[in-house]
């Protein structure tokens, strides 16, 4: 599989990433780990490597914490493993009733953020992680905190690098004020059917479909300070593979359509298709593939093959923006 290195880093990942929020049984605090857990996720590491994915992406909240557990148990089964691949994890969001009566809230406080690494390596079973992001926004952080935190991480050698996730670009640059490090990525929701990364550039000035608010400069800040952009959910959830678009507008239909058509006619999966409109983005997009199936890590494999014109890419964009171009 094609690999690219990450800018500001040394690390060369893989064009795909697994994600891992499948693994470990769900969101049922309740739920104990069991063999055919660990069987689960030793398919879904195999198939991962054998397709040369190197990249696994988690959080601390997968799974209650299970898909990090699981996780680390079949990666211990192959010594040696840990040095050639690439953990990322992240924290921030904390569950409601922890502690009991509290409110799910967001929480980048120093130790907060501490103590959440400390538990995701006891978790992982490793000694570091490659990336941490810090998980959708803190209104209440304190940027000398986050800073404190991050410093105090990087020199215990815990985690190498940091990013963030679902933050806009004022965030960002005022969250690197405070940081003598360049953050290393931002994972975003990016899809054909989420795709306010392009509209925001092609809707300036429009009076319709609608200007997304909240987009304004993140790519270009992105590519000009070398933030890798990850992208979740990159195939809405099997919407435009297969899903049910029965609740969805009739621009997603027709999207679903185009996307099958361009895969027929290539003979692969319409994952690969999907995923392919995002790799044709030249910031390279790095795609987050949130299924835990040995077969569809397969099918996603394959949009390495795509190479999308110019022309099916606006084709699909402007299908999935139910408006033609201005």
Same mark, same amino acid.
């Given at each position: ?6 800018? +500001? ?12 929020? /499948? ?30 994915? +190197? ?9 209650? /914490? ?10 211990? !089964?192959?010594? /040696? ?30 130790? +907060?953020? *501490? ?30 905190? *986050?800073?404190? %935190?991050?410093?105090?991480?990087? #020199?215990? /050698? ?5 990013? *963030?996730?679902?933050?806009?670009? %004022?965030?960002? !640059? ?30 300036? +000035? ?20 070398? *933030? ?28 679903? %359509?185009?996307?099958?058509?361009? %895969? ?36 996603? #494999? ?17 299908? #999935? ?6």
């Amino acid at each position: 599989m094609e690999k690219i290195v990450i800018p +500001n880093t040394n690390l060369r990942v893989s064009r795909l990433v697994a994600g891992c929020m /499948g693994l470990g049984g769900g969101w049922d605090k309740g739920t104990v780990l069991t063999k055919e857990h660990e069987t689960q996720a030793r398919k879904f590491l195999d198939k991962a490597l054998e397709l040369g994915i +190197n990249f696994f992406d988690h959080a601390n909240i997968y799974a209650v /914490g299970r898909a990090e557990e699981v996780f680390g148990r079949v990666m211990s !089964e192959q010594p /040696g493993l840990r040095e050639k691949i690439v953990i990322q994890s992240k924290c921030g969001i904390r569950w409601a009733d922890d502690p009991p009566g509290s409110p799910q809230r967001f929480d980048f406080s120093y130790e +907060n953020i *501490v103590s959440a690494v400390d538990a995701i390596l006891r978790r992982l079973g490793t000694d570091y992680l490659d990336i941490l992001l810090l998980h959708r926004p803190d209104v209440l952080w304190e940027g000398e905190e *986050v800073a404190r %935190a991050f410093a105090e991480l990087k #020199a215990a /050698g815990k985690v190498k690098y940091f990013g *963030v996730s679902n933050q806009n670009r %004022a965030w960002m !640059e005022y969250l690197q004020s405070f940081l003598p490090d360049p953050l290393v990525a931002n994972q975003l929701q990016m899809s054909l059917l989420h795709h306010g990364f392009a509209e925001v550039g092609i809707s300036f +000035n429009q009076a319709a479909p609608g200007y997304p608010d909240g987009w304004e400069g993140v790519v270009e800040y992105c590519r000009l300070k070398g *933030v890798s952009l990850q992208a979740w959910s990159p195939l809405d959830r099997g919407a435009l593979t297969g899903g049910d678009l029965s609740k969805l507008p009739e621009s997603a239909r027709k999207t679903a %359509a185009l996307v099958k058509k361009y %895969a027929d006619a290539r003979g692969v999966p319409a994952e690969a298709v999907a995923l392919a409109w995002l790799l044709r983005h030249p910031a390279k997009i790095v795609p987050i593939l949130g299924t835990s199936r040995p077969d569809r890590l397969e099918a996603c #494999a394959k949009s390495l093959e795509v190479n999308l014109s110019r022309e099916e890419w606006y084709s699909l964009f402007e299908s #999935a923006r139910g408006k033609a171009m201005p």
